[in-house]
């Protein structure tokens, strides 16, 4: 039997945003722009372009402008019409996926990734589904979720995207237990979420892009809590190992993580370089400042 297909992604966006404060003391992390769109939109147009038609946002108290930047602008757009400025209409509108596709439901206190992603088990239903942060955006030639869905069209099961991390590092990720480190799609034997780098299993290290059964929400369910008293989806995910077949995908593209300044910062400067409007633009501030710090 073929694996059922993916067509739900869940996206926690209920975060505070600690990590970039003050820019998130009243504005959603999710919509801090890298160059000209905010986090949000990059992720649910990586999750159009895998497939996805159901887009299910796991939201919070502050986070209104997320639903407004997913709505039509009529005051705007009708200004922008007045003015020729067809363009710019397309702009605002042109990544909006169909009326209805969209849902929103509240996580009402931050207890975790975890919690997080069972809040929105009315909405994924019995289907496997995708999960997305928005904080962890992939530049690549393939949207990285399609690399993972068509990873799951032959394995099936639960797979998340991997990367090699520094072992200084390990204590910020979910890591990989496997008895193939080198190959594409390491089989998972065991997770461990954020572990000292002595105690990390391997370098292999979740980043936040994944396909899960819907499994998982019976282990979410039992509200267990863990590392920094949260409720980890890795933990839950550890759970199902070895009932269904579990993955990891070293994924092709480069990521960065949005939710620190450093890599925002990062963020910025490679999609300017990779979008040829901006690209000289760009190349040329980039080797400005090479150059004053070249005399440093
Ligand atoms: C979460 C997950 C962790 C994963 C990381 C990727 O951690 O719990 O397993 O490696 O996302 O970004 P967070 O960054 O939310 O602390």
Redesign the pocket.
Known sequence: MPNAPIRTAVFPVA?YGTRFLPATKAMAKEMLTVVDKPLIQYGLEEAMAAGITRFVLVTGRGKQAIEDHFDLAYELQATLKARGKEAAVAEITDYLPPPGAIHYVRQREALG?GHAVWCARELAGEAPFAVV?P??LVLSRTACLKQLVDAYETLGGNLTAVMDVPRADTA???VLATPDPDSRTPRVDGLV??PAPEAAPSTL????RYILQPEIFEELGRHERSVGGEI???DAMAALIGRQPFHGLRFEGERF?C?TKDGWLAANIAYALADPARRAAAAATVRRFAAELDRD
């Open positions: 975060g990734l942060s904080d962890d910020r990720y979910g979420e954020k290290s979740i980043i936040g980890q989806l890795t993580d939710g």
